[in-house]
């Protein structure tokens, strides 16, 4: 166990049904990422936050995904009008940033499993 | 954007051997090399790192060489275990301007037989 929990571990929703989900980071961290993971490959950046602010977004994300991490603590994303190439794990990492450090840990949560029939 | 290639796709030795992992990324500004495990059920765990002005890191039966040149990095695994079956992905960043967002592998299932 990281410390990183997401909430719920699976999720099944019918195509064009809006579902959310959220991460609780590691309490001291100051950085939170979305990743998506399909069966066979990598985890891909989807957004990372500093704080309560969203740095970078990557163009996977389309407008049916949003992000927030309001308060800099817990983070929530968003999926509207699921389709079914939706359907993937999605993980959250957090990680304590620190200016000029050559690197930058992120543990990971168990992830949020999602199909979308 | 960076590439990384990651071989093989499926790895199965005996308790007891070594395993190798191979990456190659495309972004030779890329300067930060994280290897994950992944066991079923669970998010990618960071197991080493190496950033590139290092050619070689050790951590017990785990070891991570790079070369610039080529740009390709390896995982070895010595005196393999049955708990060190899991899945393998390596990683690239650049972390140069506060950014570490890595582009992973498709990654390696690692098979040790008791």
């Known amino acids: 166990d990281t410390g990183v929990s997401q909430d719920p571990r699976h999720k099944i929703t019918k195509r064009g049904q809006n579902v959310t989900f959220r991460c609780d980071p590691i309490?001291?961290?100051?950085?939170l990422y979305w990743y998506r993971q399909t069966l066979g490959q990598g985890p891909e950046f989807l957004t990372y936050f500093q704080n309560e602010a969203q740095l970078e977004k990557s163009r996977l994300l389309s407008d049916r995904f949003s992000a927030e991490r309001p308060k800099g603590s817990f983070s929530t994303l968003e999926i509207q009008r699921t389709e079914q190439g939706d359907s993937a794990m999605y993980l959250c990492?957090?990680?304590?940033?620190?200016?000029?450090?050559?690197?930058?840990?992120?543990?990971f949560g168990p992830g949020t499993r999602l199909l979308v029939l | 954007g960076e590439n990384v290639e990651q071989h093989p796709s499926t790895l199965s030795v005996q308790e007891g051997d070594s395993a190798v992992i191979k990456c190659t990324y495309s972004d030779s500004a890329s300067n930060y090399f994280p290897w994950y495990k992944q066991e079923l059920g669970k998010g990618p765990q960071l197991i080493i790192d190496?950033?590139?002005?290092?050619g070689e890191k050790k951590d017990q039966r785990i070891a991570v060489t790079l070369n610039k040149t080529a740009k390709h990095f390896s995982l070895h695994i010595t005196e393999t275990q049955p708990e060190d079956s899991a899945v393998y992905f390596c990683?690239?960043?650049?972390?140069?301007?506060?950014?570490?967002?890595?582009?992973f592998g498709r990654g390696t299932s690692l098979i040790v037989h008791p």
């Open positions: 190496i950033r590139s002005n290092v």
């Open positions: 990492a957090s990680s304590a940033f620190e200016e000029g450090a050559y690197q930058e840990t992120q543990y």
């Open positions: 309490s001291e961290h100051n950085r």
């Open positions: 990683a690239a960043s650049i972390t140069t301007g506060g950014s570490y967002i890595p582009t």
